[in-house]
């Protein structure tokens, strides 16, 4: 028994062999192909409208209303060299109605919690005065696409001298 297992063995071995020894194609070509990936775009999304911002009863000191603008998002897919950045930037017109106005010096954001997707530190600014562009978040340090949204707090102080209106401004988002 010991003698046909070493054959049936030896016989094995040498059919492994004759097949490894069985040559290749006969020709073969190969071709090299790449593809290219650009970068995208640096862009800027606010709300179209923010409805009323709220209200206060007129007093002879006046006083802040505050209200929540809406979600504002900045997309980076640049695809930015490391360490890169942006700054988002804010302004705003004079707030006016029949028979008084109120300056954009009086205007002012505030711009909450951050939500943050890939990797940059993000600062928010929170400006006190919209009379002219305002950084209101800045990204540094950016590693990759990214995206940060916020959802700015306006900020409007009215003087007690104002009449009482509803008054209409347009505040303004930029990203570079």
């Not at 954001?109 to 929170?126: E, F, H, L, R, S």
């Not at 919209?130 to 959802?151: F, K």
């Amino acid at each position: 028994m010991e003698r046909k297992s070493k054959s049936a063995l030896l016989l094995a071995s040498a059919a492994g062999i004759v097949l490894l020894a069985l040559p290749g194609p006969a020709s073969a070509a190969e071709t090299m192909a790449k593809i290219t990936v650009t970068g995208g775009s640096l862009s800027i999304t606010a709300p179209a409208t923010a409805g009323t911002l709220g209200s206060r009863a007129a007093t002879v000191l006046g006083g802040t209303i505050s209200g929540s603008l809406g979600e504002v998002q900045v997309n980076d897919a640049r695809a930015a060299a490391a360490g890169s950045g942006w700054v988002a930037t804010v302004i705003s017109s004079t707030f006016t109605a029949t028979g008084g106005t109120i300056a954009a010096s009086d205007v002012g954001y505030t711009a909450g919690p951050i939500i943050k997707v890939g990797t940059a530190t993000y600062t928010a600014n929170d400006p006190t005065n919209l009379t002219g562009a305002s950084a209101a978040v800045t990204a540094t340090g950016i590693t990759g696409n990214n995206s940060a949204s916020w959802n700015p707090t306006i900020n409007i102080f009215v003087a007690g001298t104002m009449p009482a209106a509803t008054y209409s401004g347009t505040i303004t988002h930029s990203v570079s």
